[in-house]
């Protein structure tokens, strides 16, 4: 039953995840602006969600036994709240750069790791790009005015 529970809050996790990134592509910038307050905000909420949702991934494979990080000898697991700090540093560290070194994932953490910052270096590339598609398609449906 704990299994179970810990599976369905990674499903509720990843779609999440997937929910924010459909809004960082269908969210429309501010009509005739190249760059919006609100688009920044999108993607800093999809980061946000990305980073807790990966966290929250390592979380559950350590509470059921599968050790997928390490700090030196091993992830010290001494209190609940010591664990959500080292996967949200980590969690963070690996989306937004390469890491530190400092903790390092292990067996299917490298894997999760290496997904996580590929979508990490995704995201930046999406929001341009979202973000020149939407103000050229802006450009296009106005008339011109001379």
Do not use: C
């Not at 459909?22 to 688009?39: E, T």
């Not at 959500?84 to 994932?105: K, M, N, Q, R």
């Not at 953490?109 to 996580?116: L, S, T």
């Amino acid at each position: 039953m704990n299994g179970l529970l810990i599976l369905l809050v990674i499903i509720i996790s990843f779609m999440g995840m997937g929910m924010s990134l459909y809004l960082l592509i269908k969210k429309q910038p501010a009509y005739d602006r190249r760059l919006s307050i609100r688009h920044f905000i999108v993607l800093l909420v999809v980061y946000a969600n990305v980073m807790v949702g990966f966290g929250v991934l390592y979380i559950a494979l350590e509470l059921l036994g599968i050790s997928v990080l390490k700090e030196g000898e091993a992830l010290h697991t001494d209190s609940f709240l010591h664990l959500i700090e080292d996967v949200l540093y980590f969690s963070a560290v690996t989306l937004l750069t390469v890491g530190y070194g400092d903790i390092i994932p292990q067996g299917v953490g490298r894997w999760i790791a290496m997904i996580q910052a590929l979508i990490g270096y995704l995201l930046p590339a999406a929001f341009v790009v979202t973000t020149f598609i939407h103000y050229d398609e802006s450009s296009q449906k106005r008339p011109n005015r001379l």
